[in-house]
Every structure is written in structure tokens, then in C-alpha cells.
């Protein structure tokens, strides 16, 4: 008996739905983003390896990779500027011949000087319209790419006291983003993203899950807030966020990595992968919202860290897939306090490896993504076709 016909059959035994757990696991898709294939750093340096993506078509080439790999990734989260192209039609036939969806568009809003005081929430109605213009043009990029996402993070904030007044920066957010939201086309919604600080370091205009979520109650129904797992304090318990949202049904989507300080951007499930495994116990208590990666490689083979995070991912949604909810309940009746952290932990410790396999290759995907990688010689190709590190259009710190 192989390693999935022992764990099926236990899994059956002890009443799991097994063919439900595959049929779930089969629909997951999980986007990930153009800019965690390209160069990516810290304020200390951006280490340029060699075959990595020299513009946005080789950035979607190495997202088909790791879908064809893991059958998981079918949709890529796209960034503006550093994915814009003169023909959007295109590069959503690019898109589309690999296989691949275009996911959320990421306005960027951090790097052009004359937000360096902010951007929707600057003091000047001049940079305000600036702002707005640029997200006005992610829509209609948007529009033609056929993605239903503005994915709206704003570096936004001050750095001292008295820089300027906090209740004014939230009036001027509160009003570029109800023009925004009134130029918003039906099929279209906005992810807000909220982060407790960098690159602002004293006041950042949407830190937290609680500001995010009263600009989305102020905009509609279809404005709703995004996850970012690097995002938060030390100590803040992000799986009862994301119950908390959830429940609201204003949990719009998720940016997934890992972090040990702060927003580190590592591979997700890396440092805490039991973390990794609550937020899942949650989400699967509902309708998955929208799922992206948003990872930086800094050091790390890039198309490998990317295969990786999906089987993370992959692995942490059947584990949740397993939890016994019955007894769950029960024991939450019966005040047993232990009693539901056992039926986590015997979900937790499920090795769900040979399920996830059999998932994979019945979508004629890799058992073994990473090997099958390894094997390909992909990243070597890439390197010989694509050169080492010249000039690359587009991208982090560019
Ligand atoms: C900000 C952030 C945001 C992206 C950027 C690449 O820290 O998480 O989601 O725009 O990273
Ligand atoms: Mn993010």
C-alpha cells in the first residue's frame, strides 16, 4: 500500500470526507505576483540573479512554471508601473496562452518623489489628483487585462509629531477614495491593505485591520480589506482578524508570507507554519476571498521560492481541510478547553504530503514540485537565454 492509499484509508476511518478534501484542494488558486519573480531588496542592497525576468512577459513565463508545477497558480497579481506595457491586449493573450488569469492590479503609489509627503491623503490637492489619476489608470488597465481587483496599498504616513494633522489625512483619504470608488466599473472591487509602519514610521494613515475596515464600511460593498501576513505588530493574532472579517464579509483578500520581525516578506509558512495553519482553519470556514502571494526574494532562487510557497499553501489548506469540525463544536459546548486544540493538533499533524501529490498530479502537475523543477533545469535555461544581470525594465527599486 503506497504512502496516499495509507493515509486515505486512515483518513477514511476515522470519517473524513477524503474525495470532498481533493475536490477543494483541486479549485484552489492562488495568485502570485509579478514582482516576487523580478530583482527585489532591502534599503541595503538588491542582489540581481542571474535568469531572473527581464520584463513583465518573462515574469508571467516563470508564473506559468510554477503552475505547471503545482497546478495552484493559474492567476498572476500584476504591478503599475513596473508591469506596464504599450499593449495590454497583448500581454493578456501572453497571459492566456500560458494558462494564466491576470489577478489583482497593484497601483503604486511609493515611489514617484512627489509622494513623499503621500499620496491620496498629501496636504496638496494637486499630488491628491496626481494619485488619483494613476489609480483612475489602473482601472482601465484592469478593464483590459479582464482583472476584478484594485489591490490598493498606500505607503501613506509621517515620521514625527505635528508633521502634519491626522484627522486631515483621513478626511483626504476618505475623499480620494470615494472619487475612486464612484469611478469604480461594477465588475471591478477594491482590496484595501492595511501595514502598522515602514516606510512611515511615526503615523501610517491605514495601519491596522480596524482603520482599513471603517474606510472600506464608509466606500461600499465593494470595497473590502486585504491581509498582509508581514503587516502586523509582534504578538497580534491574525487568525482571529480573519475570523473577525470574515464574518463582517469584509474580508476581500490575502497577501501571504512570513515574517520573524517585521515585514520581513518571507516564504509563507517558513517561520510559523502552525500560524499559517489557523489563518487556514478560518478562511475555510467560508468562501476562500482572493489568495496572492507577496513575497521578496532577495537571496533565494525566485521561481523555487514561488513553487514552495504554493505546496505551503497547498499543504496548510488540506490540514485545515482535516479538522474535524464536529468535534470541535462538541468540545466548545462541553467547555473542553482542550478538547478543540486536540482536534486541531491531530489536523496540524497530518502529513498530508501524499494527498497533496495525488491532487497535483491528477491536474498533470508535479507529485513533487521541487524535484520536478530541479529536473526540469528551468532556472539554468533561464539564465543561458536570459543573460546575467543586464539592465531589466520594470521592477523593484526601479
Ligand atoms: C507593502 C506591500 C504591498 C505591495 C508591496 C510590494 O509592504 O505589502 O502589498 O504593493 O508590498
Ligand atoms: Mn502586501
New binding site residues.
Given amino acids: 500500500m503506497n504512502d496516499y492509499d495509507h493515509l486515505a484509508s486512515r483518513l477514511r476511518d476515522a470519517g473524513h470526507d477524503v474525495d470532498a478534501v481533493e475536490r477543494a484542494l483541486a479549485l484552489l488558486v492562488i495568485e502570485t505576483p509579478s ?1 516576487g519573480y523580478g530583482d527585489s531588496g532591502t534599503r541595503f542592497a538588491t542582489f540581481q540573479q542571474a535568469g531572473r525576468p527581464r520584463d513583465v512577459f518573462e515574469r508571467l513565463d516563470d508564473a506559468a512554471e510554477t503552475h505547471r508545477l503545482t497546478g495552484s497558480a493559474s492567476a498572476v497579481a500584476l ?1 503599475f508601473p513596473w508591469d506596464r506595457v504599450e499593449d495590454y491586449a497583448a500581454l493578456r493573450e501572453h497571459a492566456s496562452a500560458h494558462g494564466l488569469a491576470i489577478g489583482a492590479v ?1 497601483p503604486n503609489l511609493f515611489q514617484d518623489p512627489d509622494y513623499r509627503l503621500g499620496s491620496v491623503t498629501h496636504p496638496d490637492g494637486a499630488v491628491r489628483a496626481k494619485a488619483l489619476e494613476h489609480l483612475r489608470e489602473c482601472v482601465e488597465i484592469a478593464t483590459e487585462l479582464g482583472s476584478t481587483a484594485q489591490s490598493l ?1 498606500f505607503a501613506d504616513g509621517t515620521n514625527y509629531p505635528g508633521q502634519d494633522d491626522l484627522a486631515a489625512r483621513r478626511e483626504r483619504l476618505y475623499d480620494s477614495l470615494g472619487q475612486l470608488y464612484a469611478a469604480l466599473p461594477d465588475e471591478q472591487e477594491l482590496l484595501v ?1 492595511y ?1 502598522l509602519f515602514e516606510p512611515a514610521f511615526y503615523a501610517t494613515d491605514l495601519a491596522d485591520w480596524g482603520s482599513a475596515l471603517l474606510v472600506c464600511q464608509k466606500l461600499g460593498e465593494r470595497a473590502r480589506v486585504l491581509v ?1 501576513l ?2 502586523h505588530a509582534q504578538g497580534v493574532n491574525i487568525e482571529q482578524i480573519v475570523a473577525l472579517l470574515g464574518l463582517e464579509g469584509r474580508l476581500g483578500g490575502f ?1 501571504f508570507n512570513n515574517r520573524k520581525y517585521a ?1 520581513d516578506d518571507l516564504i509563507v509558512g517558513s517561520v510559523n507554519p502552525f500560524e499559517l495553519f489557523l489563518i487556514f482553519c478560518e478562511l475555510a470556514a467560508r468562501p476562500l476571498p482572493r489568495l496572492t502571494i ?1 513575497q521578496a526574494h532577495n537571496v533565494e532562487a525566485k521561481v523555487e521560492a514561488m513553487v514552495l510557497s504554493i505546496v505551503n499553501l497547498q499543504e496548510a489548506y488540506a490540514k485545515a481541510l482535516l479538522v474535524d469540525r464536529g468535534r470541535l463544536a462538541a468540545a466548545h459546548a462541553e467547555g473542553d478547553v482542550l478538547g478543540g486544540h486536540h482536534a486541531l493538533l491531530d489536523a496540524y499533524n497530518t502529513d498530508v504530503r501524499p494527498l497533496c501529490a495525488k491532487v497535483r498530479a491528477e491536474q498533470g502537475a508535479a507529485e513533487d514540485p521541487i524535484a520536478a523543477l530541479k529536473a526540469s533545469g528551468y532556472a539554468a535555461r533561464a539564465a543561458e537565454q536570459r543573460g546575467s544581470t543586464a539592465a531589466v525594465a520594470g521592477g523593484w527599486g526601479r
Avoid: A, L, R, T
Wanted: aromatic fraction near 16%.
Fill in positions: 514582482w504591478h497593484n496599498w491593505e501595514k498582509d508581514g503587516h497577501h515585514d507577496d
